[in-house]
Each structure stands twice: as C-alpha cells, then as structure tokens.
C-alpha cells in the first residue's frame, strides 16, 4: 500500500475508521454524531464513540482534517487539503484495485 | 444512572484529551444509547488514548529513546569514572572500590537519567538533540573537570567527604552538563536558564546524599565511623544503595525543576476539564 508515515496505513486498526471519516468529510464539514450517522447510511457500519474518536484525534495529528468553532458543544470537521489529497490518492488506488479484482472475477 | 455512566466513562481518558475533546465526546455520547458495545468501544478508545500519550506505555519509537538516554547516562557514567582515575591518578584503592564507584556512578546517572526522561519525553518533540546536548554538557563538564583537577592537584578520590571544594567541583561539573542541555532546552521553554542552577544544586547534593547514605549504613552495619568506613574497601551493595541515594536525590532535584519548567500554564490549570454529561 501507498502513503507510509502520515499516511492511512500506519494508523493500525484505525486505517478503515479514518478512510470512512475522510470519505464521510468529503461531503462537507460534519460533528461527531453526523459522521457516525453518514458513515452509517453510506457504508453500513456504525463506528463506536471510542474508535471514532480514536480515528479522529490521528487525523487532526496528521494534518488531514482540522476542527471548526464548536457549535452547542458539537464540533465540527472538515478536511483539510493534504487530507483531500490524500483521500483522492486512496480511492483510485482502491478504484484500480476493485477494477482488477472484478475483472478477474468475469475472466471465470 | 446513564448520565453517571456516560461522565465515569469520559473520565478513563487522559485529562489532556479530555481538556481538547471532552465537550464534544459527551455531546456525542449524549446523543446515542450506550449499549454494551458502546460501552466496551468507549473504554477500549480510552486506553488507545492513553497508550498514545504514553502515560501508560511506551510505543516502540519511545523504547528506543528510552533505551538510547539509559545507555547515553550509562556511558556518562563509565566515562567520568575513567576520568577521575586518570585525575586522581593509580592510587593504591583496591579494583573493588573503583567498580564500586561506577557503581555509584551509574546509578546516580541511570536513575537520574529516568526522571528527566519521564518528564522530558512528554514536552520535547525533539529529544534526540536533548541527547546531543547531555553528550556535548558532558564532554565540556569532564574537561573542565580535568583543569579544575590539574589545577587544584586534588588527591582525594570523590567520595571521601563532604569538603566545600567537593561539593563546588560536583556542581560545577552538572552546572556546565546542564548548560548543554540549556542549549536543547531553551528552544522550548524561555524560563530554561533555571535549569542550570537546578543542575548545579543537584550536582551539590550528591556528596550529602551519598555522606547520609554512609551514615545510614554505619548505623546498620553498626561499624566503623563514617570517615573510616570511607576509607575501606566496600561490598558492591553498599555502594550501590549509595548510588541509589544519590540518584534519588539527583532525580528529585532535576526531575522536579524539568515538571516545574514544563508546568502547565496557569490558564490551563484554571480552565475546567470536561467530564460531566447533560442531556444532548
């Protein structure tokens, strides 16, 4: 896999939590609570508070996103330039993999 | 019950994390039903915070700066024991005592060495350069150690009292170590100078330390007077006990003034940390 340091993959067990974060950000600046929510409809896994914030607390780290002013305790997201690169990046490589793999399974 | 449930479970983070996260983490828990998975996956997050602020371990980059300050104050160590025997000259003192004074030697910087550590590995990012520092302290402390040596033609070896030229020698050597490591620490911290008097008072206190550790044993042992059971031969673990209790005393006085250097500020200590939960 790509990236390395500061990456996704170095995120260990976080990896797949972030990448659903950076997608579910994608759509526009999001709290806690929403994300939960958007990843929930999009992707139908619902992330628990501690992996969430497990996954968000490496982002913010690593520059890929950046929180807004909170608003009545909730505190918004959203992806920061370096998180959107590097989120464009994943999924074509994700895109060039699913790709193969369903061409391989049509070549049966 | 679920608000006390849902405040306890905010409380198993780190109080950092809960100071940047706490508010928002308990309007989100707020917001949803605990179950027990929630519950499980809230206190396996809190633990993950804590492993990732290494208040409860250390990841393996942390390992080896650990490892790499115990050996750095380990060689420290083995190289001031062979410059005082080159200082002091081959005196007739038996090989049991000069290993007996690496021994003391080492423990003072070995358990020193943690402190700082533990304090130090929590502020600087960059602490391979305090590393750099403590080498770069050390050289010019042993150099200086050597004039002052040459010049003054001490002949005692260093644990033989508590004499006011001892205790100077002892704090000039850690004054002019904890220079060097001013050089590292002055890039963070702007009240850093107070760091060289700390060193140079901890350097001070090694003999007393070490004097009342004697005294401590001699009334154990119930032998020899103090003067006397200095100038004899010594069984390792007495020498060892004495180490520990120069590099107790060497760890208080550094380790103390690093956690007072790098206290927080006093608007961070007055804000209140977030853990209580109130309906979303």
């Known amino acids: 896999m790509t990236q390395g340091r500061g990456g996704l993959a170095d995120l260990g067990r976080f990896s797949e939590p972030a990448l659903l974060i950076l997608v579910s950000l994608a759509g526009g600046a999001k709290h806690g609570y929403a994300m939960m929510e958007d990843i929930e409809g999009l992707y139908g896994v619902r992330l628990g508070p501690g992996t969430l914030y497990g996954a968000l607390t490496r982002l913010e780290d690593r520059g890929l996103i950046e929180a807004l002013p909170a608003a009545d305790r909730r505190r918004p997201y959203r992806l920061t330039a370096r998180g959107a690169d590097l989120l464009r990046a994943r999924l074509a490589q994700l895109d060039r993999f699913a790709t193969a793999g369903l061409r391989r399974l049509e070549a049966r | 019950m679920s608000d006390w449930l849902r405040a306890s479970l905010i409380r198993l983070y780190p109080e950092g994390w809960r100071r940047r996260y706490g508010e928002e983490f308990a309007a989100l828990l707020a917001a949803r039903r605990l179950t027990p998975a929630a519950i499980g996956d809230v206190a396996l997050g809190a633990l993950d915070a804590h492993l990732q602020q290494g208040s409860l371990t250390m990841g393996r980059q942390r390992w080896s700066l650990y490892g790499r300050w115990l050996l750095l104050h380990a060689a420290l160590g083995v190289a001031a024991f062979v410059l005082l025997e080159q200082l002091h000259g081959a005196g007739p003192r038996p090989a049991v005592l000069r290993h007996g004074v690496a021994v003391v030697l080492l423990a003072c910087l070995v358990i020193g060495g943690v402190a700082q550590w533990l304090v130090l590995r929590r502020h600087l990012r960059l602490s391979a350069w305090w590393l750099l520092a403590t080498v770069a302290g050390a050289g010019a402390g042993a150099s200086a150690l050597l004039l002052l040596g040459q010049r003054s033609r001490l ?126």
């Open chain 2, 155 to 280: 002949s005692r070896g260093i644990f033989h009292g508590m004499f006011p030229e001892d205790l100077v020698l002892w704090a000039a050597i850690c004054g002019v170590i904890g220079t060097g490591q001013w050089l590292q620490l002055r890039r963070t911290n702007r009240r850093a100078g107070w760091w060289v008097l700390a060193s140079a008072v901890a350097g001070a206190g090694l003999l007393p330390a070490n004097a009342i550790a004697a005294g401590v044993m001699r009334a154990l042992a119930n032998s020899a007077p103090v003067m006397e059971h200095y100038a004899r031969p010594y069984a390792l673990e007495w020498l060892a006990f004495r180490g520990i209790a120069g590099g107790i005393l060497y760890a208080l006085v550094t380790g103390l003034a690093l956690a007072w250097l790098y206290r927080p500020p006093a608007q961070a200590r007055a804000q209140p940390v977030a853990s209580g939960v109130s309906g979303s």
